[in-house]
């Protein structure tokens, strides 16, 4: 008797360890999930402005190479 009790509650533990894992790791995925879509939506923003300053070194060269020197200034100037 005491053997299937002490099983029932070694089955019962483990299942509980396993609802804890899986919580977890649910709850880690839901953190990621979160990340990855902010990364994405940088990685969006990155490229619009990539293709808008392609446009403006197209349409207005002068312009560009203006805001453009100082940018390559602070770029060499940091580390």
Same mark, same amino acid.
């Given at each position: 008797?005491?053997?299937? =009790? #002490?099983? &029932? $509650?070694?089955?019962?533990?483990? &299942?509980?360890?396993? @609802?804890? %894992? &899986?919580? =977890? *790791?649910? +709850?880690? #995925? @839901?953190?990621?999930?979160? /990340?990855?879509? %902010? /990364?994405?939506? +940088?990685? #969006?923003?990155? $490229?619009?402005?990539? #293709?808008?300053? !392609?446009?403006? !070194?197209? +349409?207005?060269? +002068?312009?560009?190479? $203006?805001?453009? %020197?100082? $940018?390559?200034? =602070?770029? *060499?100037? =940091?580390?």
């Amino acid at each position: 008797m005491e053997m299937r =009790l #002490a099983a &029932v $509650r070694r089955g019962h533990n483990m &299942v509980k360890r396993d @609802r804890d %894992s &899986v919580g =977890l *790791i649910t +709850q880690k #995925a @839901r953190e990621f999930r979160g /990340y990855a879509a %902010s /990364y994405r939506g +940088q990685a #969006a923003d990155t $490229r619009t402005e990539t #293709a808008l300053r !392609a446009t403006i !070194a197209k +349409q207005f060269p +002068q312009l560009h190479n $203006r805001e453009e %020197s100082p $940018r390559l200034l =602070l770029e *060499i100037r =940091l580390p």
